[in-house]
């Protein structure tokens, strides 16, 4: 089974950085992240391919960069220019070549002053 190890949440200043790690196992397809704010649904915020294929939320385009090491199978998101709007729960999120989606526990991200 894939198993996933989420790090790098934390609370940050406006205009802050933060860099969010998610190591996994197995042959993967694609890997990502979601967010969910407290009383929104879960939404996507970046995904990217075995390939290196990224696709972004508007919301993060040119702020957040996805990226991942095939040899670790881990992929990373990191975030620039943090705003309060990004204040949500991150999870990591892999996609097997076979089998179901697999998500990582969470991790608190907050921006505040």
């Known amino acids: 089974q894939v198993q996933l190890v989420e790090s790098g949440g934390g609370l940050v200043q406006p205009g802050g950085s933060l860099r969010l790690s998610c190591a996994a196992s197995?042959?993967?397809?694609?890997m990502g992240w979601y967010r969910q704010a407290p009383g929104k649904q879960r939404e996507l915020v970046a995904t990217?391919?075995?390939?290196?294929?990224?696709n972004y939320a508007d919301s993060v385009k040119g702020r957040f960069t996805i990226s991942r090491d095939n040899a670790k199978n881990t992929v990373y998101l990191q975030m620039n220019s943090l705003k309060p709007e990004d204040t949500a729960v991150y999870y990591c999120?892999?996609?097997?070549?076979?089998?179901?989606?697999?998500w990582g526990q969470g991790t608190q991200v907050t921006v505040s002053s």
């Open positions: 197995g042959s993967l397809f694609s």
């Open positions: 990217i391919t075995s390939e290196g294929s990224t």
């Open positions: 999120l892999a996609q097997p070549m076979v089998g179901p989606l697999y």
